[in-house]
């Protein structure tokens, strides 16, 4: 069974998906750093997303060159929207009907690891029904004070640490398993 895994980048005050963020996260991107982002994205075979992390990855990766980019704009991508329409670019298929029922039937696929980038809805539907198996959290060391934060909105939940690694630019990266 294929896992679903949910990584982001933070601020120490648990900011993410805000593009005002991008140029300070670039900074603590070290060699060690994106070492670890080509193994979490190479260890996939498929990306998830909701319809903002796909509009603004479709403008930016498609006119991109390198192994990095090559490997994202021709891997599939699962996209959760209510107002999209198909067809969708880039190699982009459009969850149709019930999230949760398509989102268990990627899951029993043959296949390497779903990785969802950007949270938002999609990753609380996610882990309201337990379909989400890690989440990996890459925290660097800054404090952005505005924008929206990682768990907003959701319900209490718990995880299990299951590794905590330290990079040289400060950044560390902290993997759970939600307790379902």
């Keep these: 069974m294929r896992e679903i895994i949910v990584a982001a980048e933070v601020s120490m005050d648990g900011v993410v998906n805000d593009p005002e963020m991008f140029p300070e996260i670039f ?3 070290s060699d060690d750093v994106q070492d670890y982002l080509d193994e979490l994205l190479f260890s ?8 903002l992390t796909y509009e603004g990855f479709a403008q930016v990766w498609p006119i991109r060159t ?3 980019a090559d490997y994202i704009n021709n891997m599939p991508k699962y996209i959760a ?4 329409r198909e067809p969708l ?11 949760v029922e398509e989102l268990h039937k990627l899951k029993q696929m043959d296949g390497k690891s779903l990785v969802q980038y950007g949270v938002g809805e999609l ?6 029904h337990g379909l989400v198996d890690k989440f990996q959290l890459l925290v660097f060391p800054f404090a952005f ?17 299951i590794e905590c690694k ?15």
């Design 27 to 29: 900074k603590y991107h």
């Design 44 to 51: 996939s075979d498929a990306l998830l997303s909701g319809r």
């Design 66 to 68: 390198g192994k990095m």
């Design 81 to 84: 929207s209510r107002t999209l």
């Design 89 to 99: 670019s880039w190699n982009s298929n459009l969850i149709q009907g019930n999230v």
């Design 123 to 128: 990753t609380r539907t996610m882990l309201n």
């Design 145 to 161: 004070g505005k924008g929206g934060r990682w768990f907003d909105g959701m319900n209490l939940k718990h995880f299990k640490l």
């Design 166 to 180: 330290t990079f040289k630019s400060g950044a560390i990266l902290m993997q759970y398993h939600p307790i379902k």
